[in-house]
């Protein structure tokens, strides 16, 4: 009776530890900036949406979140790190965001431009898209044919690069 009673036991731990491990993200993303304030900016930004965790790296211009899917998901974190000036390839910033950030902080819009516009293309529901050559190359939310935006599903909506 006691073995059944640590085995039920251990069971019901074991099957909400893997729930809870279930529903950690880990993303990663690029989004633009200069500096170490601009690194505190895109963190803050991106923990205040709701990620527990948040890295982003200046020279790669990576931005790693982890966060809980049933409290956030990655389309609220960019559209945060959007609204405080930082441009990234889920969300661009308004000028009127952009402009408040510090002099050292602004960045070269035109590659932040390109790489929204290329997240734009994921955005067209159920129309089959050849973003890669329209943006002359593999779009950062295509993998393997299908879109990996969060939202679509995996809809086949943008082409692999021939």
Sequence with gaps: MKTIRIFSLTSL??????????QAKTETFKVSGNCGMCKSNIEKAAKDAGAKSATWNAD???LIVS?????????????????VGYDNV???ASTESYNKLHGCCKYDRTMATTDAAK???CK????KMDCSKMMGEKM?????????????NG????????
């Design 67 to 83: 966060y809980k899917s049933s409290t956030t998901n990655t389309a609220k974190i960019q559209e945060k790190i959007a609204a």
């Design 119 to 121: 997240a734009d293309c």
């Design 13 to 22: 731990l074991m099957a909400f530890t893997i729930m809870v491990s279930a």
């Design 155 to 162: 809809k086949d909506c943008c082409k692999k690069s021939e």
């Design 124 to 127: 067209k529901d159920g129309e």
């Design 90 to 92: 889920g969300a661009t």
């Design 60 to 62: 790669t211009k990576d």
């Design 140 to 152: 950062d939310c295509c993998k393997d044919g299908k879109c990996t935006k969060e939202g679509h």
